[in-house]
């Protein structure tokens, strides 16, 4: 039987090169493209740095509240920051719990994704008190501002 012109080895033979090249180039573009959880991952990184201005910074480069404003909530407190100069006292306020004595250690980290909203859920425990520490970030065009921060 030809097909083509080709017999049924030389249509077997290109069939399974065919396959080949997609299965590849596939696997090839799924390693390049970074995915959303990947990208939180990198907030969670934030929250393990050792020092408590590296973790400060380290939010702020995923914040821009005069795009997003961020709410900050400490225990009952809420508080909805609308400009970048009142966002590094709330994120010390915040992540005042985890500026204990010694090595931060992260016991558990979540991460999800729904839709245009991220959320990383950190528990750690710094100087013998453990602080679970909740960010929401929306999706901005192509990367993410943080929303929402909540630690108890």
Known sequence: MELFGLTRA?????????????????????AM????????EEVARVLARPDAESRIDGLLAWADPAREP????VGRTHRRID?????ADALR???DPLQG???????????????????????????G???????????????WLLAAIRAY
């Open 10 to 30: 030389q249509v077997a033979l290109w069939s399974f090169a065919i396959l080949v090249t997609l299965a590849l180039g596939t696997a090839v573009a799924d």
């Open 33 to 40: 493209v970074e995915t959303d959880v990947e990208r939180l």
């Open 70 to 73: 961020v709410v900050v909530t």
């Open 83 to 87: 400009e970048g100069a009142d966002l």
């Open 93 to 95: 306020d915040a992540l």
């Open 101 to 127: 004595a010694g090595a931060i250690d992260v016991v558990d980290d979540d991460i999800s994704v729904h839709g245009e909203t991220g959320t990383v859920s950190v528990d750690a425990q710094s100087g």
């Open 129 to 143: 008190e453990r602080v679970h520490v909740t960010l929401t970030l929306r999706r901005e065009g192509q990367g």
